[in-house]
């Protein structure tokens, strides 16, 4: 698709995705220890999972896989909305996975193992990771300087659903 989305912030472009070294896409966040101990942090990223689990327990993928003193992973499906209005909306099941590891002075959340299943109901509708979908190579112009418009349009919204679910932690962290 030769059609791009042109967005007016750089935080969208080149280099806006890490992927690990096996080209996993990820977004980490670590939160230091400070007025709050490794075991407050762990508690507040730990109730934030559950409440996103039962917020979303309709779609039953959404629960805790493993939870121990030193690790929480969960996996967490949610609408993510592209485009949300009174008569009419746009939007896809963002599916991940919710991992929070205490490290030495800090608590670290890393959403990683991110896939989409987007318009199921329709002839068009797909499953895509994001490895093969929202990064550089696949969801950006060739000069690099636009977003493609239907992996851009993914890209662009996963960073900000993302970047808003570390928002609400942090607001909770308070």
Known sequence: NTETLTLSSSK??????????DGVVFFEKLF???????QQIFDVLKMYAEKKISETEELEISR???D?????VATICEPMYFKKKKWESDSTLIQYQ????????SVSLRIWFISYCYEQGRAYGFNYKAEE??????ALSKDKLSLLK????FRSKTIDHITGI???IEQQMR
């Open 12 to 21: 969208y472009l080149e280099g806006a995705i890490s992927t690990t070294k």
């Open 32 to 38: 230091p220890v400070g007025a709050k101990s490794k």
């Open 64 to 66: 805790i896989l493993s």
């Open 68 to 72: 121990s003193n030193d690790t929480l």
């Open 98 to 105: 919710y991992f929070v590891t205490p490290q030495d002075s």
């Open 133 to 138: 979908w929202i990064t550089d190579k696949y």
């Open 150 to 153: 239907l992996p851009g349009k």
């Open 166 to 168: 570390f928002n609400e």
